[in-house]
């Protein structure tokens, strides 16, 4: 039994992951923990077991029980104490030999890690949030969206049972805004480890990236500082996305590896946005997935071709405007936890829309201007889209800074806008030449063709 997996899930809501008071706690080979204490003494400028137990998140008491394990092996010395916990060390000829061989296995220097074990019952735990959604909850993490109260339905659910979700629908309909929405639906925090140990080989977990610390006041005041506090993570991956970065991506410079998307997003939301636009096939992708998705355990691939279990414990959210039928069959939308469509707006949802997003700007707009704007709409035949209230007022924004004054929303504006943003031909027109309408060349006229 590891340290950690005697905890439960309340323990570790209410007081984190409890220090550790001995290293075979820790669950990590003692002499994997004193190669990694001898190579922050090479590194630190002034190394004492104060700064080395800072640097490797244990306890002072264990740290000083690694560093008199490596003073008696000959790996270094004590230079002197100036108080308690300032005891000072420097590296001997044996003990530089030493790092260098550890390098050579691993390059990894951090903090201390945690043992897969201990990592897998983590998550686990912590997987589920500790309080279910409501329909409140749910309108509170969308509450800067306009959606159909049938889509708030789908997603309490999906959010609940934290079933995967394939999203479709047009380009511009907000597909991206309600995937990205979705994490703050998930109450609570967790917590990850800084590194995952692995036969003597780190997996680097924390991502100042993806991950966001909590603040340190809403931490426990004692906990195995080897875990940090994070908010359930949201990863977002698009169209960069290949099959070998759902694999754990080795550093042959570092030495040691860095875990995968997915695996950063244990605990919170994975979002692969423009699914079907990835530098791999879609097919290739989803089947890489279909065991995870349907057991909640991934296999990675360590460099020397062992395989390792860990937890796949996210809600992953598929966003997409290509059509279904040409990403995936039935075989597999059958292993989706829900689907839905997000269908353009009506006219009074995009009112409303354009409503809410001149409000965070602090722009005023009259209902001359939206009767305009949904005019232009009607002559053109053009289909409504959720992002181009934003888009719009955006532009308008642009030829306010330009002309030199406060932004505001204008009929004039609106259809500068409009022009700008769905694209229009530029000719000459007589304003264009001023009092100098002949078109001659002068020094205030240089040139007109």
Known sequence: MTHAAVLTRVEIETMGPPALEELREADVAESFLCDLALKHVAQLPDPTTQSIS???????????ELLVHLAREKMIEVKGQIAVGATRYAILERGWSRVARARELCGYVGPAPVSL???????????VPPRTSTIESVRAAFRDLVLP????????????????LFITGPA????????????????GSIWVPYAI???????????????????????PSEYDRRWVCIERPLVIVGGELTLDDADLQWSEAARFYEAPFQMKSNGGTLVVDDFGRQ?????????????PLERRVDYLTLH???KIEVPFEQLIVFSTNLEEKDLVDEAFLRRMGYRARVEPPT??????????????RGLRVEQACLDHLLNNYMLEHRQMKSCEPRDLLDRMTDICLFEGRPPEVNVRLIDVAWRNYFGSSHGFGAQDFGKHGTGELNDANPLQI
């Open 197 to 219: 140990e692995v036969d003597g080989q780190i997996i680097r977990v924390f991502d100042t990236h993806n991950h966001r610390e909590v603040a340190p006041g809403d931490a």
């Open 347 to 360: 006219p009074p949802a995009y009112v409303e829309i354009f409503k809410r997003a001149a409000y965070t």
């Open 304 to 306: 020397t071709g062992k």
């Open 279 to 291: 530098r791999c096939e879609p097919h290739d992708l989803l089947n890489r997935w279909i065991v």
């Open 172 to 187: 511009g309909t907000g597909k991206t805004a309600v995937a990205e929405r979705i994490n703050a639906g998930l109450p």
């Open 149 to 164: 109260e049938s889509l708030m339905l789908t997603l309490g659910c999906v959010i609940n049972s934290r079933r995967s």
């Open 117 to 127: 074990r201990d990592y897998s019952h983590m998550m686990r735990l912590q997987a």
């Open 54 to 64: 800072e640097e490797l998140r244990l306890p002072r008491s264990l740290v000083e």
